[in-house]
């Protein structure tokens, strides 16, 4: 695995002439902050040797570096979901190469479920901490010291400063944003009643089925992480016949986008 890492990232050098220190990655509908990027070389998933290819809606599939307030950066326009079938060493292969990429932050975004009862569709969440509800575990099988070590601590993965910072930003720029818990699991299923119930009884704010596998293996590595989720719809026990589409999801996600980015860019350029 380690081979093919070191080689996906040493194709990936061969294409770009400025090494990105910072990851970011869009979420459903929140792809739009690629196009802020300057200076672009775009690389399609396709092209890029021992990536997988991304197959859902709104997942466009390409690696964007560039410049984004005033920092090397590299986004991936569309991650790779467990639900599609990749294993977990598939899903968070693109964030070990990034580290070997020289990759130091690592943003991510994703749309999500609102499970606490105070948030509105079309909030913004900062993720605070996340609870690991998926069936298989990125860091399973062997471990490989030169990355990170074997039993990773998981008391701090979601930087303090990054957050004070984004919610400074937010507040100046009168953004209203929540902080909450994101828990993340396999899906393709949105959750049944009596799952919203279960997840907010565990702790969670916001439910998708995202980001925590690619959150492990950055933390595994030493990134300084942040994390923002849109509540695309509200999960209410209460009220099941509101039912939720992916349209649904990503529009939400598509209008809040720039809210997001706004919050995304002023954070990079205080990094
Ligand atoms: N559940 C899981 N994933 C999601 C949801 C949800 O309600 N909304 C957007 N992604």
């Known amino acids: 695995m380690l081979k093919k890492i070191k080689q996906t990232a040493d194709f990936l050098k061969s294409r770009i002439t400025v090494e990105p220190e910072v990851a970011i990655i869009l979420g459903s509908g929140l792809g739009g902050l690629g196009n802020k990027i300057s200076d672009t070389v775009k690389i399609k998933y396709q092209d890029i040797p021992n990536f997988p290819v991304s197959t859902v809606e709104g997942h466009s599939g390409q690696l964007v570096f560039g410049k984004l307030a005033g920092k090397n950066v590299v986004a991936m326009q569309g991650r790779f979901h467990f639900y599609e079938g990749y294993g977990m060493k598939e899903v968070t292969f693109p964030v070990r190469v990034m580290h070997f990429l020289g990759v130091k932050n690592l943003i991510v975004s994703n749309a999500a479920g609102g499970l606490n009862p105070k948030f509105n569709q079309g909030d913004l969440m900062i993720i605070t901490d996340h609870i690991n509800f998926f069936p298989e575990h990125p860091l399973r099988g062997k471990n490989f010291d030169e990355l990170g070590t074997r039993f990773p601590d998981m008391s701090k993965v979601y930087n303090a400063e ?9 507040n100046n720029g009168r953004i209203s944003v929540r902080k909450g818990v994101y828990i993340g699991s396999s899906g393709p299923t949105l959750e049944t009643p009596s799952e919203y119930k279960m997840f907010r009884i565990f702790g969670a704010d916001a439910t998708g089925m995202s980001t925590v596998p690619e959150v492990i293996v950055a933390h595994h590595q030493g990134m ?22 992916h349209e649904e999801v990503q529009d939400v996600a598509g209008s809040v986008e720039p809210k997001m980015t706004k919050i995304i860019e002023g954070l990079i350029a205080e990094m």
Do not use: C, D, H, L
Request: aromatic letters at 6%; zero cysteines; hydrophobic letters at 30%.
């Open 224 to 245: 300084k992480i942040f994390g923002m989720s849109v509540i695309t719809n509200e999960s209410e026990p209460e009220n099941p016949n509101e039912e939720t589409t």
């Open 162 to 170: 990054y957050i004070k910072i984004a919610e400074r930003i937010a």
